[in-house]
């Protein structure tokens, strides 16, 4: 397990050799009241790079032990763990230079280029105030990105509405176990299946979801479901600048 958790702080750590214009995490970033250490200490190369979060069900909560049938359950009960130290984790966040988006709207700037950015809180948890997503974005801007923890259509079809060009989400962990030639088998919140990882169109805006790098300490199992972190190239639509 400690091997593990050192290869993927490696792994974090080598991105900034990625030289990206804008850092985006979605949340799930704790398993544990030990996690805020490891996480800023792998972000630490990304330090006065342009970024952007929001907080995840795991950030602000610890996992417990669970049935993992009860993912098939529509209508389970959640039931949190523990109170993790998250303000400890958006301290160290804003320390690197990162805007915290929770139910916020601001514009940054991300490779010389303005981008309008806006994120609510996690909506599984229905911390969300989506008012946030209702005013049209800024024509003047020519970028509008939107953040959710979870991947929920009702935050997903206000951001759209709105006119935001991408919604950036995590949560479903990409199914964790996927079957393949089937893919996910749940997604744990209300998008389909065939949504649970990668890009996708939601109306008309770009839509995706991060299969992330984690695990639940009680089920540290991925199946046919790589940890991934992505990397996005967004492009200009034609007549644009």
């Not at 250490?37 to 006065?48: E, F, S, V």
Request: glycine residues 10%.
């Amino acid at each position: 397990m400690l091997a593990r958790q050192r290869r993927k702080r490696a792994f974090l750590r080598s991105l900034a050799a990625e030289r990206p214009d804008l850092v985006v995490t979605t949340g799930d970033n704790l398993a544990g009241p030990d996690g805020v250490a490891a996480m800023l200490d792998a972000m630490a190369p990304l330090r006065g790079v342009p970024g952007a979060f929001v907080l995840g069900s795991n950030d602000y909560y610890a996992p417990r032990p669970k049935n993992p049938l009860k993912y098939f359950w529509p209508k389970h009960k959640r039931v949190v763990g523990r109170p993790l130290p998250w303000r400890d984790l958006v301290d160290g966040f804003e320390d690197l230079g990162w805007t915290d988006l929770t139910n916020a709207r601001v514009v940054v700037v991300a490779g010389a280029r303005e981008v309008e950015v806006a994120g609510v809180d996690d909506p599984h948890l229905k911390r969300d105030r989506l008012a946030v997503a209702d005013p049209p974005v800024r024509a003047d801007v020519p970028l509008h990105i939107a953040l959710v923890h979870a991947p929920e259509p009702r935050a997903l079809d206000r951001f759209e509405r709105s006119g935001f060009d991408l919604v950036l989400c995590g949560h479903t962990h990409g199914g964790q176990l996927r079957i393949p030639g089937i893919g996910a088998l749940v997604t744990n919140c209300g998008i389909d299946r065939g949504r649970a990882r990668g890009l996708s169109r939601w109306g008309g805006a770009w839509l995706h979801v991060s299969a992330g790098l984690g695990t639940s300490p009680y089920a540290p199992v991925r199946f046919a479901c790589r940890p991934e972190a992505s990397l996005l190239t967004v492009t200009a639509r034609p007549g644009t600048r």
